[in-house]
């Protein structure tokens, strides 16, 4: 099976699973619990099936054991009977889950998407500004997509406006280890610690929680 790899990063683990066999393949590989089962029926398109049971699979290879998801009110996975969190995203072709102990979120997507017609929707008037400068202009918003959807998976938060309360601190793509981000929601500013990495042609983008300060 295309289990690709599993990165071990200084906050957890990172897994990464190329899913390329049928449906029916990863189904004979799974153990379905009779709630998994329900849950896995109630999926009527190939893909949407093939990405759970790749999800859980991956899960059960970084973990050890058989995992169980479950879902705060916010939509945020969370494992079941555990202090541990999780992320997961998907794409075409991947899923990719990061486990850790600390508030987590990651995010994957193609680096050719085209999202020039949304970028105002997404961007702070400030990060557009300074990408339009760049000659890296579509890895630079790709990354930033993928940046703010990995603060906001790493939150509990609802109703999200990613142009105004997430921005994502200038940086220089290969210039440092990691970059910024913050999430401005209510009375409280959250910082966040942003990295990322390439799986084929998809840009990876993983955070982790840094520190919260009130207004």
């Known amino acids: 099976m295309p289990f690709l790899k599993k990165i071990v990063t200084e906050n957890g683990v990172i897994g990464i699973w190329k899913i390329t066999e049928p449906a029916g393949s990863l189904i004979s590989a799974f153990q379905f619990s009779e709630n998994k089962k329900t849950v896995f029926q109630n999926f009527k398109g190939e893909r949407r099936q093939k990405e759970y049971l790749a999800t859980r ?9 058989e995992a169980e998801v479950i879902y705060h009110e916010s939509g945020k996975p969370l494992l ?39 970028t105002k929707r997404f961007l702070h008037t400030e990060e557009l500004a300074w990408i339009e400068k760049s000659n890296q202009r579509q890895m630079l918003k790709i990354m930033h997509w993928c940046a ?37 929601a209510g009375n409280r500013v959250v910082q966040y610690i942003l990295r990322h990495f390439n799986v084929g042609d998809n840009m990876v983008v993983y955070c982790i929680e840094d520190k919260i300060m009130s207004l």
């Open 148 to 184: 703010k959807e990995a603060i906001f998976k790493c939150s509990c938060e609802t109703g999200v406006r990613f142009d105004t309360q997430i921005f994502i601190t200038p940086f220089e793509i290969g210039k440092a280890e990691f970059f910024s981000g913050k999430l401005t």
């Open 57 to 65: 699979l991956l899960l059960q290879n970084i973990l050890g054991e």
């Open 80 to 118: 079941k009977n555990s202090t541990l969190n999780i992320s997961i995203s998907h794409s075409s072709d991947y899923v990719v889950v990061f486990v850790s102990k600390e508030m987590c979120g990651i995010d994957i997507e193609n680096e050719d998407r085209n999202i020039d017609l949304v």
